[in-house]
């Protein structure tokens, strides 16, 4: 009972951030007053992705131009929506077809299996969620959440950053369309295993 009404609560404070989690997955959450000091770790890569109509935009580089990971290296990817649209933020590979020949989702994604701590605010609360296994991150404009990881070596290799958001209201999973990934609303990721 404590547990359903503290996830009640945890989800109307992060309202429109939506955090995929894999299945059985563990959470723990923290909240505080949006002007606390934020936890960030001195030694870890920090990376800010904008997302807009319709591209991913790493700050520092060209758009278009692919993300470039390491393993065994902590990183702080801040993610913020600067577009008009909602938008979402899915790293796999394996792109899955629906019904009518749309693409939507991936088969892998890159952070199963890993300890992924996402933290932002919402309603002048700072909040923080950690769990292994984050597929999706959803934002209404102008929000931004920043997810702190590290990858393992298994996990060196080609991947995708896409947004499959739908085109239009109308259509959902049991009525697809053509969504932003369609578009071109896509960015290589390349891992490389650190050395």
Not at 101 to 117: A, I, K, N, P
Request: hydrophobic share 40%; net charge negative; with cysteine.
């Amino acid at each position: 009972m404590y547990f359903n009404s503290l996830m009640i609560r945890v989800s109307k404070l992060i309202a429109l951030v939506f955090i995929m989690l894999a299945p059985f997955a563990a959470v723990v959450i923290h909240a505080q007053d949006a002007t606390a000091e934020a936890t960030s770790s001195p030694e870890a890569t920090k990376i800010s992705i904008t997302l807009s109509e319709y591209n991913f935009q790493i700050e520092g580089q060209k758009t278009g131009e692919a993300l470039q990971l390491k393993t065994n290296t902590a990183y702080e990817i801040t993610v913020k929506d600067g577009g008009l649209l909602n938008h979402e933020l899915l790293i796999g590979t394996a792109v899955k077809t629906v019904n009518g020949g749309f693409l939507h989702d991936y088969g892998t994604f890159l952070l199963d299996g890993v300890d992924v701590e996402v933290s932002g605010s919402m309603n002048d609360k700072a909040f923080t969620i950690v769990a292994p296994g984050i597929h999706e991150v959803q934002l209404a404009p102008g929000q931004e959440v920043t997810l702190a990881f590290t990858l393992t070596d298994d996990k060196a290799g080609k991947w995708e950053a896409g947004c499959f958001n739908y085109m239009q209201a109308t259509n959902n999973d049991d009525n697809p369309g053509p969504s932003h990934y369609d578009v071109g609303m896509k960015l290589e990721v390349d891992v490389a295993k650190a050395g």
